[in-house]
């Protein structure tokens, strides 16, 4: 589902203001397959209800309420460099800060709706925001 249709107040159908449901990003230092391939480009897709439902069932969760989160993030990550199917298997053998960035990912687009966050330069004292989704750093 990479398109869809919103219905405005009046009931009719308009695209303008479609619900954009998925959204690439980059890996801070990317997956290492167990070839020695890194991949750090990806997609991730907005949860359901269900997504977030059905790891609750999962007996590894049950025993270790912290890995909800490798389970959560198998669901919804769609696409993962060349990684053909993106499983827990993956997500658990990600490095640290590749997860802490991908479970900040979740909750921006699933909370706030954005990926977007506020920084300020440390010398100038400038504020703006970046996009943590992709990109390279210094790129706008």
């Known amino acids: 589902m990479k398109r869809s ?3 405005a107040e009046n009931g009719h159908q308009s695209e303008p203001d479609a619900l954009r ?3 690439e990003f980059e890996l801070p230092r990317g997956y290492v397959d167990p070839q020695g391939a890194v991949h750090k480009h990806g997609v991730m897709r907005l949860a359901t209800a269900r997504d977030e439902l059905v790891p609750l069932h999962d007996d590894r969760v049950r025993e270790n309420p912290a890995y909800l989160t490798v389970v959560l993030l198998a669901r919804v990550i769609t696409r993962l460099g060349a990684v053909e199917s993106v499983h827990v298997g ?11 960035f991908l479970q900040d990912l979740y909750r921006r687009i699933n909370a706030e709706g954005h990926t977007r966050a506020g920084v300020t330069c440390p010398s100038c004292k400038h504020e703006f925001a970046v996009d943590l989704a992709g990109g390279r ?3 706008s």
């Open 5 to 7: 249709i919103a219905v």
């Open 21 to 23: 449901t998925e959204f």
């Open 90 to 100: 993956i997500v658990e053998n990600m490095f640290a800060s590749d997860l802490a």
């Open 137 to 139: 750093l210094g790129e």
